[in-house]
């Protein structure tokens, strides 16, 4: 499975920004997707995950109520609408899919990773 992440870009406090992930594979729609984050000298941590039929999302506490995670399963594309951005959300951000497993906040939970697209907010 080829992940492949865009939307990315250089943006001020409080904008907006809509990243999308493309996967390329015929059984996208049974896999559980997440969008995790990874900033300079810190780890990868959790932003967001969704289940297969987009009935059931997942937020890490710093992202609640400002993110929206969602997916068209028909045009095998994840999206994660960023809302009210601030310094803090800058960082690489990856998109993730679990093939057999259930949405999860856990990095070993997702057995595939895209390469990642830049988000930088300036203050």
């Known amino acids: 499975v080829q992940l492949v992440e865009s939307g990315g870009g250089l943006v001020q406090a409080g904008d907006s920004l809509r990243l999308s992930c493309v996967a390329a594979g015929r059984t996208f729609s049974s896999y559980a997707m997440g969008w995790f984050r990874q900033a300079p000298g810190k780890e990868r941590e959790f932003v967001a995950a969704?289940?297969?039929?987009?009935?059931?999302?997942y937020y890490a506490d710093s992202v609640k109520g400002r993110f929206t995670i969602s997916r068209d399963n028909a045009k095998n594309t994840v999206f994660l609408q960023m809302n009210s951005l601030n310094s803090e959300d800058t960082a690489v951000y990856y998109c993730?899919?679990?093939?057999?497993?259930?949405?999860?906040?856990?990095?070993?939970?997702?057995?595939?990773w895209g390469q990642g697209t830049q988000v930088t907010v300036s203050s």
């Open positions: 993730a899919a679990a093939v057999f497993g259930l949405p999860t906040s856990r990095i070993s939970g997702y057995d595939y």
């Open positions: 969704i289940n297969w039929s987009n009935s059931n999302t």
